[in-house]
T-cell receptor, first 116, second 110 residues
Framework: DTEVTQTPKHLVMGMTNKKSLKCEQH?????MYWYKQKAKKPPELMFV???????INESVPSRFSPECPNSSLLNLHLHALQPEDSALYLCASSQEGLLMSYNEQFFGPGTRLTVL | TQLLEQSPQFLSIQEGENLTVYCNSS?????LQWYRQEPGEGPVLLVT?????EVKKLKRLTFQFGDARKDSSLHITAAQPGDTGLYLC??????????FGKGTRLHILP
């Protein structure tokens, strides 16, 4: 299995809602990532988990809360989002943790999030 | 700050033409990756270049890593409409953070 899966594919939520995005990989990768991508822009790194521990938080607002229940799963919990948080949220994984410079990432298809 | 500059930002050419896009930095990278992303989808890894001067071919796509490992190029021969997409280069900087270039948006006209 060489796939990163993400659910849901689309999500519409209000500013008072609580929702979660899910990501799963079964490639044995030990690093997992959340990115945010606005239209016509490159992906922006949000969080990195390496060996199930949060390694990088790129100063992301606390209304985004990541969770890594095990080495195959990565969640992003959303609460009290703003309309400007609407974007494509991408999950990725790579074989080793951050210390490996040969850092090929495999991306999921993304969750298209709309905040009303 | 280590940056990856991609050029051109946009490119629209006829099917069958050749093209080259560039990824440049003033800093050395231990490796660079090239991705292609289609609208509404995640980026798909095309290739990783590691050694200075390395050339890798993927069908009609030729990737080159500069001798000093500060730049890379992607050459497409006989472009086809299926090559349309956003081409992103990415590398790991000195702070062990993955950075992406802003991408080249390629449109191949049939």
């Amino acid at each position: 299995d060489t796939e990163v899966t993400q659910t849901p594919k689309h999500l519409v939520m209000g500013m008072t809602n609580k929702k979660s995005l899910k990501c799963e990989q079964h490639m044995g990768h030990r690093a997992m990532y959340w990115y945010k991508q606005k239209a016509k822009k490159p992906p922006e790194l949000m969080f990195v988990y390496s060996y199930e521990k949060l390694s990088i938080n790129e100063s992301v607002p606390s209304r985004f809360s990541p969770e890594c229940p095990n080495s195959s799963l990565l969640n992003l919990h959303l609460h009290a989002l703003q309309p400007e948080d609407s974007a494509l949220y991408l999950c990725a994984s790579s074989q080793e943790g951050l210390l490996m410079s040969y850092n090929e990432q495999f991306f999921g298809p993304g969750t298209r999030l709309t905040v009303l | 700050t280590q940056l990856l500059e991609q050029s051109p930002q946009f490119l629209s050419i006829q099917e069958g033409e050749n093209l080259t896009v560039y990824c440049n930095s003033s800093s050395v990278f231990s490796s660079l990756q090239w991705y292609r992303q289609e609208p509404g989808e995640g980026p798909v890894l095309l290739v990783t270049v590691v050694t200075g001067g390395e050339v890798k071919k993927l069908k009609r796509l030729t990737f080159q890593f500069g001798d000093a490992r500060k730049d890379s190029s992607l050459h497409i021969t006989a472009a086809q409409p299926g090559d349309t997409g956003l081409y992103l280069c990415a590398g790991m900087n000195r702070d062990d953070k993955i950075i992406f270039g802003k991408g080249t948006r390629l449109h191949i006209l049939p």
